[in-house]
């Protein structure tokens, strides 16, 4: 059972694709905290309710902040960018991006920011999410900011730049 | 002046702390192949896992390299989610150094690198990458790229927050 945010997965990917002739890079976006460390990413269904609560409350804390702070994610984002620009096996400029649900929206952050990235592919990505309200449930789920809350927030202007986006939808 | 080619492991269980131990042994492959398993250095695990109780005792091996007190379950601690290594002071396995430690990167019993596919490629290199933004480091990031080739274009993979968790999600803990 994957866990939430990075984990094997995304670097067998990124081996996959070094074993393809690209550099992989996968990237970690969520900050540990004392309750939520890397450690408690992975569960499995062996794991008991309390620890499974414990990782969902944990990574969508960690997400969420990310929503919260749209200019620090896409901060980030760059960030990870730049430093593998820096990395002599990269051909420096030459990039791409990939991520599947909240990595998809990762990837159109990238886009939004003007980052220079030539391709990116979302697999059933999100486009654009709203945080979430994690003090406020109704029917046992928070609540999402409604799109005045989310307009209200310091968002970060979109930049167009030269980039093949292709986004992949589940219509199950 | 050692060429480390292959680097090994132990995992044992800290009681006190609850969280996997892995010790980090360098070989030194100069000489007849007899490798020797010089120093060691104690480094915190990535914590417990569900191969834990299979990798915990176990010690693991590398390549075709046989020692007392190491079995030839590398197949079992290859596994996924067996104990993680965190951090490393260097980690170009394969490179040259002086008495310094190496990492388990890129070793054939590294977890990092135990899938089927990066196993049987030993000449892709997986790196650990730490990020630093408004004084919060992100340690847990790992590039991978293929040794001795020209630089090429970088993809960037970023972890979903959910997928098959979802699961757990809308099915939660009947």
Redesign the interface.
């Known amino acids: 059972?994957?866990?939430?945010?990075?984990?094997?997965?995304?670097?067998?990917?990124?081996?996959?694709?070094?074993?393809r002739?690209?550099?992989?890079?996968?990237?970690?976006?969520?900050?540990?905290t004392e309750r939520y460390?890397?450690?408690?990413r992975?569960?499995?269904t062996?794991d008991g309710?309390e620890k499974?609560?414990a990782h969902?409350a944990g990574?969508?804390s960690?997400?969420n902040n990310l929503l919260l702070k749209p200019r620090?994610w896409r901060?980030?984002?760059r960030?990870?960018?730049d430093?593998?620009?820096e990395?002599?096996?990269?051909?420096?400029g030459?990039?791409?991006?990939?991520?599947?649900?909240?990595?998809?929206q990762?990837?159109l952050e990238?886009v939004r920011n003007g980052d220079p990235?030539?391709a990116g592919v979302t697999f059933h990505g999100l486009l654009n999410s709203r945080p979430l309200h994690l003090d406020r449930i109704e029917n046992?789920f928070p609540t999402l900011y409604t799109e005045e809350e989310f307009q209200a927030m310091d968002l970060v202007r979109s930049v167009t730049v030269s980039c093949c986006v292709s986004v992949s939808v589940s219509l199950a | 002046m050692v060429k480390l080619t292959w680097c090994a492991i132990s995992s044992r269980h800290n009681a006190a702390q609850n969280?996997a131990v892995l010790e980090i042994r360098k070989w030194a492959t100069e000489g007849d192949g007899e490798s020797v398993c010089e120093g060691k250095n104690t480094m915190r695990c990535?914590?417990?896992?569900?191969k834990f109780v299979a990798c915990s005792g176990c010690w693991s091996n590398v390549g075709d390299r046989r020692k007392d007190g190491f079995t030839t379950s590398s197949t079992i601690c290859g596994e996924?989610?067996c104990p993680r290594v965190?951090e490393c002071e260097t980690h170009y396995v394969g490179n040259i150094y002086e008495q310094r430690f190496c990492c388990i990167i890129n070793s054939l019993t590294s977890?990092?690198?135990s899938?089927a596919?990066?196993a049987a490629?030993p000449d892709?290199?997986?790196e650990n990458?730490s990020?630093t933004?408004?004084g919060?480091t992100?340690?847990?990031?790992?590039?991978?790229?293929?040794r001795n080739?020209?630089?090429?274009?970088?993809?960037?993979?970023?972890?979903?927050?959910?997928?098959?968790?979802s699961r757990?999600?809308f099915y939660?803990?009947k």
């Not at chain 1, 002739?21 to 540990?32: I, K, N, P």
């Not at chain 1, 990395?87 to 420096?92: E, F, R, T």
């Not at chain 1, 030459?94 to 998809?104: E, H, N």
């Not at chain 2, 992100?138 to 293929?146: M, R």
Request: net charge negative; glycine share 8%; hydrophobic share 45%.
């Open positions: 059972m994957p866990a939430l945010g990075l984990k094997q997965f995304d670097i067998d990917q990124a081996v996959f694709l070094a074993r002739g690209y550099v992989g890079f996968a990237v970690d976006t969520y900050e540990e460390s890397f450690e408690d992975n569960i499995t062996e309710p499974i609560k969902y990574a969508i960690a997400w620090k901060a980030l984002l960030k990870y960018l430093t593998a620009f990395h002599p096996a990269v051909a420096s030459q990039a791409g991006a990939i991520g599947y649900c909240a990595g998809g990762a990837v990238h990235i030539q046992g | 969280r990535g914590g417990l896992t569900p996924r989610y965190l977890p990092q690198m899938s596919a990066s490629h892709v290199v997986l990458i990020v933004l408004d919060y992100y340690k847990h990031s790992w590039i991978a790229y293929l080739q020209p630089p090429a274009p970088v993809i960037l993979v970023h972890p979903n927050y959910a997928g098959e968790s757990l999600l939660p803990l």
